[in-house]
């Protein structure tokens, strides 16, 4: 069973764009992370949101936690080629908890 | 700072033989991981400690032992491995940050595959 459903899988988009992904549980949340992997690399974390309606931005990204704590997103404005990579969202479901339980990606390609 | 290293990078192996992933990390954190990467399956655990001398099953732990080795060295070994073991292990670290959250720190990874 898996927590954390995102959506798109797979996105493919000309460079400009904005693209929206979407992460989300019928499970609270104390916390959630997203991280993106680029090929032959380990994930890197971008962004952790713990409250509820909290968004936080990271130049051009916009991360957002729902206000019940079970759902996230993320927006792009102006994607580059440089976005390219998988985009995994992880949440925690208790605070200061070990396990994070990881949603199964979004492949985001942006063409030049 | 090297972070969290991984070796080997890359490994074969036929079905039954065993082996072990080593990693080290060397940012001083108390809590490791292994998880395993699949196609459209996101990151699994499948063992974690949280502390020195401490270790705790994840979502996946069936055909793998782990040994938290010292602070610094958390290895995964398979004992007789099986052609559904292939997939891309990583390793990560964390510390608990204020705020409700542990930040994971990962390894490069090791690409497995079992014939």
């Known amino acids: 069973t898996q927590l954390l459903e995102q959506s798109p899988q797979f996105l493919s988009i000309q460079e400009g764009e904005n693209l929206t992904v979407y992460c989300n549980s019928s499970?609270?949340?104390?916390?959630l992370q997203w991280y993106r992997q680029e090929p032959g690399e380990g994930p890197v974390l971008l962004v952790t949101?713990?409250?509820?309606?909290e968004v936080k931005k990271l130049k051009r990204l916009t991360f957002q936690f729902g206000d019940a704590r079970k759902d996230s997103s993320l927006h792009i404005t102006a994607a580059q080629p440089g976005d390219t990579g998988l985009y995994l969202c992880?949440?925690?479901?208790?605070?200061?908890?070990?396990?994070?339980?990881f949603g199964t990606g979004t492949r985001l390609t942006v063409i030049p | 700072n090297a972070g969290v290293t991984q070796t080997p990078k890359f490994q074969v192996l036929k079905t039954g033989q065993s082996m072990t992933l080593q990693c080290a990390q060397d940012?001083?954190?108390?809590?490791m991981y292994w998880y395993r990467q699949d196609p459209g399956m996101g990151l699994r655990l499948i063992y974690y400690?949280?502390?020195?001398?401490?270790?705790d099953k994840g979502e996946v732990p069936n055909g793998y032992n782990v040994s938290r080795l010292n602070k610094r060295e958390f290895s995964l070994r398979l004992e007789s491995a099986a052609p559904s073991q292939t997939s891309v292990y990583f390793c990560?670290?964390?510390?608990?940050?204020?705020?409700?959250?542990?930040?994971?720190?990962f390894g490069p990874g090791t690409r497995l595959t079992v014939l």
């Open positions: 992880a949440g925690s479901t208790e605070t200061g908890a070990n396990n994070l339980f």
């Open positions: 499970s609270v949340f104390s916390s």
């Open positions: 400690s949280a502390s020195e001398g401490t270790t």
């Open positions: 990560a670290s964390s510390e608990f940050r204020g705020g409700g959250s542990h930040e994971q720190f």
């Open positions: 940012m001083n954190h108390n809590s």
């Open positions: 949101v713990v409250t509820g309606g």
